[in-house]
Structure formats: C-alpha cells, structure tokens
C-alpha cells in the first residue's frame, strides 16, 4: 500500500474519531457541570401556516405599543429620523431607505435591530451614528412598528383618508389669454366647452381632461363607427385592398386597428411596408404636452371652471 494512501486513511480516522468523541461530549455532559438553559422556543405557527411564527416576522406579530411611548417616538423620529427616512417611511430628501420594508425593522421587537444602525453600525454605508439614549431608540422604534402595522403590502404607505389636492391655485384671467392664443382655433367656450365647470365639477378632474384632450363622458374603447375625437389609421398593403379603422395602437414592428365591426386587425410592419397614414384629431393637445407649464395648467383650469 502506497505511504500517501495509509497517512489519508489514517488522518480521515482521525477526523472521524474526533467527531465522535465531540458529539459525545455535547450530547452527554459530564456530571455536576452547569448547563446552560436553552432558549425559549417562539409560539408555534398555526396548522397551515408553518414559517409564519414569530422567528418569521416578529414585526408583524407583535402587540400594539403604548400608545404614550408610541407619540414620544413620533416626536422623536421627526426630529431625528424624518429627513432621511421621509414622514411617511418611504425615504427622504436624504436618501435614507424606505423603513416599511426594511429587514432591521421587519425583524425588530422593542428596539434590539434598530439600536446597533442607530449606534452607526452602519456608518460605512451611509447611517451616521445619532446620540440618543436608549429609551428614545425603543420609542422611535415603537412608533415606526405602530405604522408597520397599518401599512398594506410590498412596502406601500399605511392607508389613510384620501388626500385631496387643491388645484384651483391659477389665475383665471391669465388662463382666459391663455386660452384665446392657444385653443380659441379649435374650442369654443359659448360652443363644445359652454357649461364645462358644471358639468365637471371636479376641478382635478376638469384639468386631467382637458390637458389629455379628452371628452366627458366617453368610454374607453366603444365599438361601432369612429368618434370624432378618434384617430384613425389607413393601411395600404403591398398588395390587397385599403383598411381603415380606430388606431389601437402602434409600433416599428406592428400597427393594429379597430375596424368598424369592432373587430381587429393587426399589420406586420417592415420599414414603409405597408404605408400607415394617421390622421389624429388631438395630435395638437399631445404636441402641446411639450409646451404647458404647471402654470399654465393652473391658468387654464381655473379659467374653465368659470364656464358655467
């Protein structure tokens, strides 16, 4: 038997040897030595749901705060914490990460995961280190676990009452000039837009439809003949007949339309092959996309809901 061969199976004895006697030992300590006690088990998941204990999202399992200690932590993360991290969790003007789905957060109790960050654990990475006792630590964290556990999934804000924007801040009579040089050609407001404010009387709505260009009332895709407000396409095979019909939408690659039926075709497109015409009525609005302001937005709006 070849030396090299004997010393492996010796050394691999060995290592077996060594093993057994450690599983031994750690199995059957010797008499009178202190044992240490074992860590307490965390509550079984429910039938069906095995993973979803405590050890999975400790965050989510555990009781509400007090409400007291929750307010102090409120103060307190808007002092300390609400530059980076954003008022609502999400991320700040600072850069700081979004906390409703943060891993030290989601696996935090009563503080434990977030003191270390806190303490500038990690620095390196961009988390200063922030002087605050650890009763202030325990208090922000209760806080940001209260909105932990009203927040919806993947990271999304905590629900809430609605926020309601108030767009009516322009200047009705800029957005009156406004108006006569840009629209006068194609819109009237004693004619298509008479009544408009009354009969959309939700400013964010009014001014969603008419920086789109859209319609009151019309749906999404209606079949039957075109609307006026419909772009419609011509297609001009190499060989066959001419379509027409609703453009649904179009490509390098492809061009579909709508026909009259309601049916849809659909042309593979390969450079000028076939030749697409479209002639689209709101062309104008979309170029004008490019031009508005938010000022002029505000103008405009604020002067259609004059139109009683």
Request: charge should be positive; hydrophobic fraction near 40%; include cysteine.
């Amino acid at each position: 038997m070849p030396a090299r061969f004997r010393l492996t199976m010796r050394l691999l004895v060995g290592v077996a040897l060594l093993v057994a006697a450690r599983v031994t030992i750690q199995g059957r300590p010797s008499d009178g030595a202190a044992q240490t006690p074992a860590a307490p088990q965390a509550p079984a998941a429910p039938a069906g749901q095995a993973g979803r204990g405590l050890q999975t999202f400790p965050a989510q399992q555990r009781p509400p705060g007090d409400p007291a200690i929750v307010e102090r932590g409120k103060q307190l993360y808007g002092i300390a914490c609400r530059s980076c991290h954003g008022a609502d969790l999400r991320g700040g003007d600072m850069g700081g990460p979004n906390l409703l789905r943060s891993d030290v957060m989601l696996n935090d109790r009563s503080g434990e995961t977030l003191r270390p960050v806190v303490r500038g654990s990690r620095a390196t990475t961009g988390m200063p280190a922030i002087d605050l006792p650890d009763a202030d630590i325990t208090a922000v964290a209760a806080y940001i676990h209260s909105v932990l556990a009203t927040a919806q999934g993947q990271g999304a804000p905590p629900r809430g009452e609605p926020v309601k924007l108030n767009v009516l801040v322009g200047d009705a009579g800029a957005g009156r000039a406004y108006f006569a040089a840009k629209c006068s050609t194609c819109h009237s407001p004693t004619g298509d837009l008479q009544g408009i404010g009354a009969r959309v009387p939700d400013a964010m709505e009014l001014q969603n439809l008419w920086v789109g260009g859209g319609r009151v009332g019309a749906t999404a895709e209606p079949a039957g003949p075109p609307r006026r407000r419909d772009a419609i396409v011509t297609v001009t095979p190499a060989a066959g007949p001419v379509v027409e019909g609703r453009l649904d939408r179009i490509d390098d690659f492809s061009v579909t339309l709508i026909l009259a039926d309601g049916a849809r075709r659909t042309f593979r497109r390969a450079g000028d092959i076939p030749r697409v015409e479209i002639n689209d009525p709101l062309a104008a609005h979309k170029a004008m996309l490019q031009t508005y302001t938010d000022r002029d937005m505000h103008n405009v709006t604020a002067y259609l809901v004059t139109l009683k």
